[in-house]
């Protein structure tokens, strides 16, 4: 599977980003994932969807300012970031897991895009 992040910039600290993640291909029992990664930190969880059911869960940190969605037909997975803040700067990845386990361990997700990088100024 490749996945294909984009949508990253530069914005002011209150303000919004959609990030969208194009996947090659997709099963139902997939959950798809966004993670971030600040400077001289380690990759931490944002938040996850089931692809079948659309269920999502989500880090406290974001809880409430992010909404993760899906669009089947076009094999994408969204990120709606609204209320950014500076601490929300880091590289964003989407990743995949395909046993449908819809885990916040980086480790238990099989495939992982490229990367796009969030930078909010205050």
């Known amino acids: 599977v490749q996945l294909q992040a984009y949508g990253g910039g530069l914005v002011q600290a209150g303000g919004s980003l959609r990030l969208s993640c194009v996947a090659s291909?997709?099963?139902?029992?997939?959950?798809m994932a966004w993670f971030r990664q600040a400077p001289g930190k380690e990759r931490e969880f944002v938040a996850n969807?089931?692809?079948?059911?659309?269920?999502?869960y989500y880090a406290d940190s974001v809880k409430g300012r992010f909404t993760i969605s899906r669009d089947n037909a076009k094999n994408t997975v969204y990120l709606q970031m609204n209320g950014l803040k500076p601490e929300d700067t880091a590289v964003y990845y989407c990743a995949t897991e395909e046993d449908g386990l819809p885990s916040p361990a980086r480790s238990e997700y099989d495939y992982w895009g490229q990367g796009t990088l969030v930078t909010v100024s205050s």
């Open positions: 291909r997709t099963y139902s029992n997939y959950v």
């Open positions: 969807i089931r692809w079948r059911t659309g269920k999502s």
